[in-house]
T-cell receptor, first 116, second 115 residues
Framework: DVKVTQSSRYLVKRTGEKVFLECVQD?????MFWYRQDPGLGLRLIYF???????EKGDIPEGYSVSREKKERFSLILESASTNQTSMYLC???????????????FGPGTRLTVL | AQSVTQLDSHVSVSEGTPVLLRCNYS??????LFWYVQHPNKGLQLLLK??????LVKGINGFEAEFKKSETSFHLTKPSAHMSDAAEYFC?????????????FGRGTQLTVWP
């Protein structure tokens, strides 16, 4: 079974702190994703990566950055946390396909971040 | 551009009655379509997936969905609801053949099941 793990289930930080959210997958997937989930808004894509050291902006990248130094690990960084970044953060991974369909994304359990 | 509209933010049913969660999509190309479920305090789990084969797709836990191109719909159904089906459901679209694997999520439908 694919396993995607996230470093913390719950995190409380103060405004202005630098925050690191870590995600690790064990299935050798090329693609990795960071989403935030807010009530009534569904999941919104922050950043994604299709290879080591590669990254692409999603729909809401402002205030975030990412790092992918190893294939299995994808980190989300909040450079200076703000209260409007209080949310559930979900990491996902999937296989890279040259053609023929989009592969299933597998999700971690999520990190609920509160910024005070 | 891809997008998904889930027509109901909340659906309530009694245990043993049918479930219908509605989803319409917009896609510039042939889409892949998914339904994911999220139980309270859990991560997202894939229920079912349509890529290009049979238009009626069967998933886990007795759920199924039918792809209707003419209506641009992918509604999720189950003949008989169970208490354990109470969760949030997301309809998701992706452009088929997308090498980057981006998914576009609907806003979710919260399903409540009454005893």
């Amino acid at each position: 079974d694919v396993k995607v793990t996230q470093s913390s289930r719950y995190l409380v930080k103060r405004t202005g702190e630098k925050v690191f959210l870590e995600c690790v997958q064990d299935m050798d997937h090329e693609n990795m994703f960071w989403y935030r989930q807010d009530p009534g808004l569904g999941l919104r894509l922050i950043y994604f990566s299709y290879d080591v050291k590669m990254k692409e902006k999603g729909d809401i990248p402002e205030g975030y950055s990412v790092s992918r130094e190893k294939k299995e690990r994808f980190s989300l960084i909040l450079e200076s946390a703000s209260t409007n970044q209080t949310s559930m953060y979900l990491c996902a991974s999937s296989l890279f396909r040259l053609a023929g369909g989009t592969d299933t994304q597998y999700f971690g359990p999520g990190t609920r971040l509160t910024v005070l | 551009a891809q997008s998904v509209t889930q027509l109901d933010s909340h659906v309530s049913v009694s245990e043993g009655t049918p479930v219908l969660l509605r989803c319409n999509y917009s896609s510039s190309y042939s889409p892949s379509l998914f339904w994911y479920v999220q139980h309270p305090n859990k991560g997202l789990q894939l229920l079912l997936k349509y890529t290009s084969a049979a238009t009626l797709v069967k998933g886990i836990n007795g759920f199924e969905a039918e792809f209707k191109k003419s209506e641009t719909s992918f509604h999720l159904t189950k003949p008989s609801a169970h208490m354990s089906d109470a969760a949030e459901y997301f309809c998701v679209v992706s452009e088929r053949g997308s090498t980057l694997g981006r998914l576009y999520f609907g806003r979710g439908t919260q399903l409540t099941v009454w005893p």
